[in-house]
């Protein structure tokens, strides 16, 4: 009966061993493999490659045998076997006699079986690896009957090849390799048994795998896999995994994703399916993902098998959302990530929605999470996330004090802390501080150096009338960075309102040639008072949400990433130059006092507006074009939305710009005009925000507009320089540069100095 149940046993592996190898050739055309002008390569038998006999056998990965008979006994031989069968790539295996069987036939004469690996597996007690070889001696030899005892199977007294075998059992292949070659050089004409020498010579290929992918060596991973094709089986996942990962290292993801397929098509252990997914997971991006997660089955309980993994896999998929604005991550996965955030209590889940919320310009709904993560645990990252979902609903003060307690707690805390403070001091009408706030932010911004708010510092206390207190705010500004053009052009209107002449020359003399209406000031044609109030510049560029300066998850290639010599203020004016301003007669009437544009008529409103525009009041100005749109008039109202975009483009504010184009018909000219004009701001606004990859779409959509000017290009080709392009940089700087730019020839000193930093003094 045990030789019986035996039999039957083996029958079905060998069987299900057949599709298994099928579905494995398939693999290898997946993994690229194989090919169609080479010959197959044969499979191992647990560790042997078997050389054909008169016709060609089918090979057989029996280390999948001795996993379904692990658990098997020792069992006598078996008593029958069926002939081989026609030589159609069948495989051909024993068959065991029903209870009711007639009386066992005559013994069939025994055939010449090496069968030293059969007795060295019974005498260590190894039934696992005993029962897979006495199958893997049946598929070869059909007439073959294992001995009812293998450890009576004589050895001829061969120590030295019984210790040969306890050598490969332990792992020891070189000790191994010398022992034969010792051997063979002492014994003329000795040769080791082919199965010893097949199975050593797939572990040893198996060995340098793991070896290689441990040390990260991915080519070396594929290559091997490549070669020995019988390590890819279900029966040793293990290399089935890394060979996946070496894959997805080396940017060929589509073969990675055939590997796992494979898995999940062919391999039934639930542990190592489920290993497989969670594996995966951390290696494919998400759209993949979703194909393997497709092959998902039943669990027999009413579930899904990777139902215990579900919520680690949506948390991961939304934060890939994070790293990538344009993914949409599934609803269904959202929903779990919310589910977890209001059920576990974990402030990380909230930030995960936060993040993910701030990414898609979500503000309100990012503000909600962030507030909830800093409710469950105040951490920098929260006040982080909330103060600047705050800054892009214009709430920077409260933004200012979120931040104010974490402001030192990283290069990363501190910039969203200064990136409101720029944004509160920038506000108009200027917001009321107190002196204690006020006494902090200049303190931080001192400590800092930083620009934006020192500039703001001067605007603001010209509205406060501190003409004085504002030009050492500008100075102080000039001194940090002496190309700032907003700092010296405040420096000049307000060293004009104390009459100081030498000091105002002086400042158009630095800056003849770089700025029109620097040296435009105090000019009577020009209508620009002598002592005119703050033409204060409007928000500084915001932190992009979920990125702000190397703030989002989104690390830095390098220390400090390379900016272009020329401000991006500057540019930005530049690629204003081409939209025609369109000023109202009415303009002659004045704009130095403040009044409640919605008072005024539309046309006087809309007057008012270019006005202002002249004064640099920019968001005054897009105020009182606001007032112009409700006029009758439609020639009015078309002036005033395109108006009120140029006033939004002046702030810094593309987002408003392209919604106030929107508010009444432009005519063609305008609208290209426009469009050009908020694309060249988008670009320099992800430029500022280190968002270089952005910066790039919104050039490359510009350019198929209008011809990309010398400034953009150099601006292009830094963004390629940050990112570690420095192919596409070398090619960009070179074009600029044959145009005699001084800007892209700091560029290619900059290219060299980060390619070639030992050869840069």
């Known amino acids: 009966m045990r030789s019986s149940a035996l ?80 030589d159609d790539g069948s495989v051909t295996v024993a068959q065991a006699q029903p209870p009711s069987a007639a009386p066992t036939p005559a013994k069939p004469v025994q055939p010449k079986v090496d069968e030293s690996a059969l007795r060295y597996f019974a005498s260590r007690g190894d039934k696992a690896r005993l ?96 070669n020995t094709p019988s390590l890819l089986t279900c029966s040793d996942i293990d290399v089935l995994w890394r060979v996946a990962e070496a894959f997805a290292r080396t940017n060929r993801a589509p073969r990675a994703e055939a590997a796992y397929v494979y898995i999940l098509n062919n391999c039934t252990n639930p542990q190592e399916r489920l290993a497989t997914v969670q594996k995966a997971s951390a290696l494919l991006p998400y759209a993949t993902m979703q194909n393997l997660l497709a092959l998902e089955r039943p669990d027999g309980n009413g579930g899904r098998e990777f139902d215990s993994i579900r919520s680690d896999l949506a948390r991961r998929f939304v934060a890939a959302g994070n790293d990538d604005p344009d993914l949409a991550v599934a609803s269904d996965y959202l929903a779990i990530v919310q589910r977890l955030a209001e059920t576990d209590g974990l402030a990380s889940d909230n930030l995960l929605l936060g993040w993910y919320q701030l990414r898609r310009e979500n503000f309100a709904d990012a503000e909600k999470w ?70 902090r932010i200049a303190a931080e911004t001192i400590a800092q150096k930083y620009v934006p708010t020192a500039q703001q510092f001067g605007w603001f206390a010209r509205t406060l009338n501190q003409p004085q207190t504002a030009a050492r705010w500008f100075e102080t500004a000039l001194r940090w960075k002496p190309d700032d053009e907003p700092s010296a052009y405040g420096l000049a209107v307000t060293r004009l309102q ?115 525009m002249d004064l640099n009041r920019p968001m005054e100005a ?63 606004a992800a430029f500022d925000a280190k968002r270089y990859r952005e910066a790039l779409i919104f050039l490359d959509q510009r350019a198929q507009l209008r011809q990309e000017p010398i400034d953009l290009m150099v601006l292009r080709g830094y963004a390629y320089l940050n990112m570690n392009m420095y192919g596409d940089a070398e090619r960009i ?7 005699g730019s001084k800007d892209a020839n700091r560029g290619l000193a900059d290219l060299k100095a980060a390619t070639h930093p030992d050869s840069v003094d």
Request: with cysteine.
């Open 131 to 226: 029962q897979a070889e006495i199958a893997r001696l049946q598929a070869l030899y059909p007439n073959w009957v294992p001995p009812a005892d293998p450890l009576a199977v004589p050895q001829g007294g061969d120590k030295q090849l019984e210790q040969m075998w306890q050598l490969y059992s332990e792992g020891r292949y070189a000790e191994l390799r010398k022992a034969i070659a010792d051997r063979q050089a002492s014994e003329s004409g000795w040769q080791p048994p082919p199965d010893l020498l097949d199975r050593l010579d797939v572990a040893e290929s198996r060995a340098r795998l793991v070896n290689a992918s441990d040390l990260k060596q991915y080519a070396t991973v594929v290559q091997i896999g490549a």
């Open 7 to 86: 039999a039957i046993v083996v029958a079905v592996v060998v069987a299900g061993l057949v599709t298994a190898l099928k579905d494995r050739a398939a693999l290898q055309e997946m993994l690229g493999f194989a090919s169609s002008d080479q010959p197959r390569p044969q499979f191992m038998l647990m560790g042997r490659v078997t050389a054909p006999e008169t016709a060609p056998k089918p090979q057989i990965d029996v280390q999948a045998i001795a996993d379904r008979l692990r658990a098997a006994e020792i069992s006598p031989p078996l008593q029958e076997t069926t002939p081989a069968g026609p």
């Open 733 to 739: 700087f070179n074009a600029a540069a044959a145009t």
């Open 498 to 612: 104390l009459r100081d002449r030498a000091g105002v020359t002086e400042i158009q003399r630095l800056w003849a040639g770089k700025s029109e209406r620097i040296a435009l000031l105090g000019e009577t044609s020009k209508r620009q008072p002598a002592q005119s109030p703050l033409p204060a510049p409007g928000q500084v560029p915001q932190e992009s949400p979920g990125t702000s300066p190397e703030i989002i998850r989104a690390p830095a290639e390098r220390a400090e990433d390379t900016t272009p010599p020329t401000s991006t203020d500057v540019v930005r004016q530049r690629s204003m130059q081409n939209v025609t301003v369109r000023r109202s007669a009415r303009q002659d009437r004045g704009c130095t006092t403040t009044i409640n544009a919605q008072l005024l008529d539309p046309e006087t409103a809309l007057s008012r507006g270019w006005c202002l």
């Open 622 to 684: 897009a105020k009182a074009f606001e007032a112009a749109l409700n006029s009758p008039n439609r020639k009015t109202r078309e002036d005033a939305s395109y108006g009120q975009s140029l006033a939004y483009l002046r702030a810094g504010l593309s987002n408003n710009a392209a919604v106030a184009a929107t508010k009444a018909p432009q005519t063609q000219q305008r609208a290209a005009e426009l469009q050009v004009a908020i694309l060249a701001d988008r670009a320099l």
């Open 370 to 439: 962030f507030r909830r993560a800093r409710e469950k645990e105040d951490t920098a990252n929260a006040s982080q996330g909330l103060a600047l979902a705050l800054i892009a609903e214009k709430k920077p003060q409260e933004a200012e004090d979120v931040m104010y307690k974490w402001r030192g707690a990283s290069k990363d805390a501190t910039a969203t802390y200064l990136a409101a403070t720029a944004n509160l001091m920038a506000m108009q009408p200027p917001a009321d501080l107190s002196e204690e706030v006020l006494s």
